[in-house]
């Protein structure tokens, strides 16, 4: 069983600053990307930042600038610095994971349960 646990949400204030982290644990053989999606209220879920285990990046162009991705392949770890909020960036936050749990298994996406961020002043 693979678990993805997050946290670091909560209350930011705009300009302000927030890190989330997601720790993958359980049966693990190998990761090949990680990411984080976010979806607000009556809004469909969006990808904000993924990163594959070879270090490349890719960001929405929302939170281009003002986010980042990182990870510790070490701990099977992915943070997303986020600063400057916005108000805008008020949501449930998600972490996603492609995990082979052996060797001959297949690839499978994994969703943490996900993390409530709130910008507000």
């Known amino acids: 069983q693979v678990q993805l646990v997050e946290s670091g949400g909560g209350l930011g204030q705009p300009g302000g600053s927030l890190r989330l982290s997601c720790a993958a644990s359980?049966?693990?053989?190998?990761?090949?990307?990680m990411a984080w999606y976010r979806q607000a209220p009556g809004k469909q879920r969006e990808l904000v930042a993924t990163?594959?285990?070879?270090?490349?990046?890719d960001i929405a162009d929302s939170v281009k600038g003002r986010f980042t991705i990182s990870t510790d392949n070490a701990k099977n770890t992915v943070y997303l610095q986020m600063n400057s909020l916005k108000p805008e960036d008020t949501a449930v936050y998600y972490c996603?994971?492609?995990?082979?749990?052996?060797?001959?298994?297949?690839?499978?996406?994994?969703w943490g349960q996900g993390t409530q961020v709130t910008v507000s002043s």
């Open positions: 996603n994971a492609i995990i082979r749990k052996t060797v001959v298994s297949p690839i499978g996406t994994y």
């Open positions: 359980g049966s693990i053989f190998s990761i090949s990307a």
């Open positions: 990163i594959t285990t070879g270090g490349s990046t």
